[in-house]
């Protein structure tokens, strides 16, 4: 297997669009080829992230749609769903393409539309990322399996309620930098703590956003990479695992399996440690998710992920960044977008080109892309050229 | 409280079938007391499409052991982790317990 590198990525404003599914998808690619410098007609594969285009805008089977909009004529293009992992997976198989020598250029795009529906329709669109028989069916959402989750977090490890919130407001911190993000202002602890509830312990200010959006990344082998952009960002390690969605499968909750064997293989992959990361993109479908991913992928001892956010660790100036973009929370989650979006928030970081919001002199990246209640897990780990 | 458990996967069941509907290995009935604790609980208050709200969900934990989630009955109060419950009955909405 070769190298491979980042040469572009691309992304739309996250937040509520006019343009269709597919345009935004076709945006993202244009603006990532651009990055690149390189026609369309050199990418030789294409593969798009999306989870439920069909449920949110009664369209399927948009790989060669969005393709053939961003003119990359007759390509392979192939659609990767994985729930809220589906840009994760979509990028891993762009890594695995070009790493084979199967080809030298991949183009990876993630896109979702959600604001055409009702928010009790895409509660209900959303909880089929679970186990549809046992869960939704008893009249559970995701909001409510994280509610289970936390709760019983809190009840195991002593994490509190505070600590939870905080991880809202640090996010929304970051994502007021950043100008792609669905909601660029504060939220305070008390607004977090007091918001309307959603499902308990989790409020309105605990649940990621409802977004439309798209991101883009073009990848092409590290040997050549120069060639393309000034400032290529190496792949170091691209990693995925699975497990059972429905939380009665699992003997823990507080955990995730999949995020553990993932982080693991990643960090094995890329040959550093957990102190060498200078910055991560960490899944915040609810600021409890942080917390455990935080645990899993072991930069925080069990039972105390939530230190990170409260202790400032995981804020911008703090030891290791977490969800610069402003994660879920606050830059949106267009579910089939969020995992390449993490890809493009970390190249701009090891670029140095993330302006206000700027890790100084970042040189590793982690991003963590989580499926449903735990079901799919991707995780990459990037690293500036030198 | 009549169960299903899968000979495969051990998932638990409240209504028969020949096999199991996640992993299609055979089920076998086991008489069980229908009493359990709460392993974890929400109440939701913005629901699944339809369904009214609040309500509570919980992760039961059953005595003979394994979890199923369910419904607790309407009239519950805030449970706790711990607390004891009992299967009271099948909804449209599956199981439903009653905190004892
Ligand atoms: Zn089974």
Redesign the interface.
């Known amino acids: 297997m070769r190298g491979v590198s980042v040469i572009g990525v691309g992304i739309t404003p996250f937040g509520v669009r006019a343009e269709s599914l597919v345009a935004l998808g076709a945006i993202a690619c244009r603006d990532a080829l651009e990055d690149a410098g390189l026609g369309p007609e050199r990418i030789e594969a294409f593969f798009l992230g999306n989870f439920a285009g069909q449920a949110f805008t009664g369209q399927n089977h948009i790989a060669p749609m969005v393709a053939h909009a961003a003119g990359l004529g007759a390509v392979p293009c192939t659609r990767l769903e994985g729930a809220c992992a589906s840009g994760g997976l979509a990028m891993r198989q762009g890594v695995l393409a070009v790493a084979s020598g199967q080809v030298d250029f991949a183009l990876i795009a993630g896109v979702e539309k959600m604001t055409c529906a009702e ?3 895409t ?2 669109i959303l ?1 089929a990322a679970g ?1 549809v ?9 995701f ?2 399996l994280f ?3 936390a ?2 977090h809190m ?1 195991e490890h002593g994490t509190t309620r505070e600590e939870i919130a905080h991880v809202a407001v640090k996010n929304h911190a970051h994502g007021k930098l950043n100008p792609n993000a669905h909601m660029q202002k504060d939220v305070t602890l008390p607004q977090v703590m007091d918001a ?7 409020g309105l200010f605990d649940c990621s956003l409802i977004s439309d959006g798209a991101a883009a990344v073009v990848l092409c082998p590290s040997e050549t990479a120069s060639a393309h952009h000034e400032k290529p960002v190496e792949v170091l390690a691209s990693a995925q695992a699975s497990d059972s969605p ?4 699992k003997r823990d ?1 507080t955990s995730f399996h999949a995020t553990q064997k993932a982080g693991e293989e990643a960090f094995s992959q890329a040959g550093l440690s957990r102190e060498d990361v200078d910055l991560a993109e960490i899944h915040d479908c609810f600021t409890m998710a942080e917390i455990i991913a935080l645990e899993d992928l072991g930069f925080f001892a069990k039972g105390e992920g939530g230190r990170g956010a409260v202790e400032g660790m995981t804020k911008l100036g703090g030891a290791m960044p977490v969800n610069t973009s402003g994660g879920l929370k606050s830059k949106g989650h267009p579910v089939g977008a969020t995992g390449v979006a993490q890809i493009h928030e970390l190249t701009l970081q090891l670029r140095g080109e993330a302006g206000a919001r700027q890790v100084p002199g970042a040189e590793v990246g982690l991003a963590h892309n989580l499926g449903g209640s735990g079901a799919t897990c991707a995780v990459h780990i990037l690293g500036a050229t030198a | 409280m009549e169960t299903f458990v899968c000979a495969g ?1 051990g ?2 069941y409240l209504e028969g079938a020949e096999r199991c ?2 992993c299609g290995a055979e089920m076998e009935q086991r008489q069980a007391s229908g009493r359990g604790v709460v ?13 009214p709200t609040p ?1 509570l ?3 039961v934990e059953l005595e003979e052991g ?6 607790l009955a309407d009239d519950a109060s805030e449970p706790s ?1 711990g607390d004891k419950v009992v299967f009271s009955g099948l909804s449209d ?3 439903v317990f009653r905190i004892l």
């Open positions: 928010t009790d329709q509660a209900s909880a186990d028989a046992v869960e939704a069916s008893v009249g559970s959402t909001p409510a509610g289970l989750i709760r019983r009840h309307r509830p959603v499902a308990e312990p989790l429905a939380l009665s499968d909750i | 996967c998932r638990i509907g996640h392993y974890s609980f929400s109440s939701v208050h913005m629901g699944a499409q339809g369904m309500y969900l919980a992760l394994g979890r199923i989630l369910a419904r982790i909405t599956g199981p």
